[in-house]
C-alpha cells in the first residue's frame, strides 16, 4: 500500500482542511495486476474506450477493453514500471498525436517524440489518432495521375492521388524498394509523403532514412516508426499516427502519400493485443474485429472536393504467393487494387516482378496519363498471350509462326518493362519507351539491347528534337501529329544506333 500516495487517509485529511474539492472516486482506479504491457485496473466506473488513462508513476495508457469489474489499459511506455496498487486517473480524453509542417523531414515515434537527435519541435496542433472519414459528398473522383517511375506500375497498374492500392508479396520480393521508389520519384512534384515503419528492426530503418536523405527525398517526407522492440501499442498506434498527420497535410490542401510498412505486422501487434486481453481467437487466431482493424485506417485515404489528397501504399507479406490467406484477403477488398510481386519474376531477373495478370487497379485508368494511356491499350492483353504461350511452349510442342511472333514481341515487352532499383521515368520517357514497343521498332533488337535503345532514344529526343518533348510534357498527351514526328525521329535513331553498334 505504500505506492498509493495522494489517497491515503492523511492527504484526504489535508485535503478535507485546506477545503480543496475532493477527487472523485469514479475517476480513479487501483491496478488489480500488471504484466506484458497490460495493466487491468479496478475502479475507474465512468471511463470510456479508448481513454487515455495517467498513472501515479509517470506512465500512461489507453483503455482498450472494458468490463463490470475493471478496465485494461494497455501502456505506452515500456521504460517506466507500473505496480500493483499503483493509482491510476482519468484524463478525460483520447490519445492524441502531435501535426504540424515542423514534421516534415523528422523521424519520429508513435508518440510524437523525435527519434532522429535534431532536437525537438513545435507542433502547430494536436488531433486525435481516430477520426470520422469523410462523406462520399465531400470526395471528389480520382482523376489524376500519382506517377511512381516505376513503369510496369504506371504502365499496367496506374495509381490515382487519393486511392488506396496495396502492394502484396513474399518476403524479399522488392516490395519496400517499390515504394521508396515511389517516394524519391515524388520530388518537385508538390506530394508531401509519410513512411510508416512497423514492427521492423532498427538497422532496416536506419538504411531507409540514409537513403530517403541522400536523394533529398527528406525534405517532403515524415517517418513514423514503431520498431519491433517497442511496446506492442506503439505497432498497433504508429499507422493511426502517420495517418493523421497525413490528413492534417490533406486538410491544408497538400497532395499527402502514405505508405504503410507492413499491415501484416500491424496485424500481428493486434492479434497480441487481443490475446492478452482473452478475446476469442478465429481464423489464424486473429480477432474477429481485425477486418475493422484496417478498414477504418485505409477509408481516411481519398481526394477531397476541397482540399488535397492522401494516397495510401499498404504493404502486407504473404508466405508461398497465397494470397488467400486472412489478412491479404481482407487487405485486397479494403483497397482499389493491387501490385502483385511474383517471387518467381524475382528470381528469374524481373525487377521489379510485378506480375501483370494478379495485378490490377480499380481506379487507376480514369488516372492515368493520356500519353501512356495512348501507349498501352494492348500492352497488358499481349503480355497475358506471351504468358500462357510461354507456358504452353514448355512441353516442347512446335508454335506456329504467329505464337512465336506473340512470344517474341512478350519478351521485349518484358525486357522493356524491367528496370534498375533505384532508377524512375518519368511519364513522357516511358512513353516515349512504350512507343517504341507499340510502334514495333524494337522488334529488330536483341533482348540485351531493349533497354539501352529505349534509354538513348528518349535522350536523343531530349536533346535533339526538344520541342516534341516540351509538347508531350505540356500536353501530357502524344497526339496524331507528335506520333508521326516520332516514328521519323525513331527512324533516324534506329539507324544511328546500328552504325553505333557495327
Do not use: W
Amino acid at each position: 500500500m505504500n505506492s498509493i500516495k495522494s489517497t491515503d487517509l492523511i492527504s484526504l485529511f489535508e485535503q478535507s482542511l485546506k477545503g480543496i474539492e475532493q477527487e472523485s472516486f469514479e475517476e480513479t482506479g487501483i491496478v488489480v495486476t500488471v504484466g506484458d504491457g497490460i495493466c487491468y485496473v479496478h475502479g475507474l466506473s465512468h471511463a470510456v474506450f479508448g481513454e487515455l488513462i495517467e498513472f501515479e508513476g509517470g506512465n500512461r495508457g489507453i483503455i482498450m477493453n472494458l468490463d463490470e469489474e475493471s478496465a485494461a489499459i494497455f501502456l505506452l511506455y515500456q521504460h517506466i514500471p507500473v505496480q500493483e496498487l499503483e493509482v491510476a486517473r482519468r484524463t478525460g480524453g483520447v490519445f492524441k498525436t502531435p501535426v504540424g509542417m515542423q514534421l516534415i523531414g523528422r523521424v519520429i515515434n508513435a508518440m510524437g517524440v523525435p527519434q532522429d537527435a535534431l532536437g525537438d519541435f513545435k507542433p502547430e496542433a494536436y488531433r486525435s489518432v481516430e477520426a470520422e472519414i469523410a462523406s462520399i459528398i465531400d470526395r471528389a473522383p480520382v482523376n489524376e495521375s500519382l506517377e511512381t517511375g516505376i513503369m510496369a506500375v504506371d504502365a499496367l497498374v496506374p495509381i490515382g492521388k487519393g486511392q488506396r492500392e496495396l502492394v502484396i508479396g513474399n518476403r524479399n520480393t522488392g516490395k519496400t524498394s517499390l515504394v521508396i521508389d515511389t517516394i524519391v520519384h515524388q520530388k518537385g512534384k508538390n506530394v508531401l509523403c509519410i513512411y510508416v515503419s512497423i514492427g521492423q528492426r532498427q538497422a532496416n530503418l536506419a538504411r531507409t532514412v540514409s537513403f530517403l536523405s541522400e536523394q533529398g527525398a527528406m525534405e517532403y517526407t515524415v517517418v513514423v516508426t514503431a520498431d519491433a522492440g517497442e511496446a506492442v501499442l506503439n505497432q498497433y498506434l504508429a499507422p493511426y499516427v502517420g495517418c493523421t498527420i497525413g490528413e492534417y497535410f490533406m486538410d491544408k490542401g497538400h497532395d499527402v502519400l502514405i505508405v504503410y510498412d507492413d499491415l501484416s505486422n500491424h496485424a500481428v501487434a493486434f492479434r497480441e493485443m487481443s490475446l492478452l486481453m482473452r478475446r476469442a481467437p478465429g481464423r489464424e487466431a486473429y480477432p474477429g474485429d481485425v477486418f475493422y482493424l484496417h478498414s477504418r485506417l485505409l477509408e481516411r485515404a481519398g481526394k477531397l472536393a476541397k482540399g488535397g489528397s492522401l494516397t495510401a501504399l499498404p504493404l502486407v507479406q504473404i508466405q508461398s504467393d497465397d494470397i488467400t490467406a486472412y489478412i491479404p484477403t481482407n487487405l485486397i477488398s479494403i483497397t482499389d487494387g493491387q501490385i502483385f510481386l511474383d517471387t518467381q519474376l524475382f528470381n528469374s531477373g524481373v525487377r521489379p516482378a510485378v506480375n501483370a495478370e494478379l495485378s490490377v487497379s480499380r481506379v487507376g485508368g480514369a488516372a492515368q496519363t493520356s500519353a501512356i494511356k495512348r501507349m498501352t491499350k494492348a500492352l497488358r492483353l499481349e503480355l497475358a498471350q506471351y504468358h500462357e504461350l510461354l507456358d504452353f511452349s514448355q512441353f516442347g510442342s512446335e508454335l506456329d509462326e504467329i505464337s512465336q511472333k506473340k512470344l517474341a514481341r512478350g519478351a521485349l515487352a518484358m525486357e522493356l518493362l524491367k528496370q534498375p532499383q533505384h532508377v524512375t521515368y518519368t511519364f513522357i520517357e516511358q512513353s516515349l519507351m512504350l512507343f517504341l514497343l507499340r510502334e514495333n521498332f524494337l522488334d529488330a533488337l536483341k533482348a540485351h539491347h531493349v533497354k539501352t535503345f529505349a534509354t538513348q532514344f528518349v535522350s536523343y529526343v531530349r536533346s535533339v528534337y526538344p520541342v516534341v518533348y516540351e509538347t508531350i510534357e505540356s500536353t501530357k498527351n502524344i497526339s496524331s501529329s507528335i506520333e508521326g514526328d516520332l516514328t521519323t525521329i525513331a527512324r533516324e535513331f534506329s539507324a544511328l544506333f546500328v552504325v553505333n553498334n557495327e
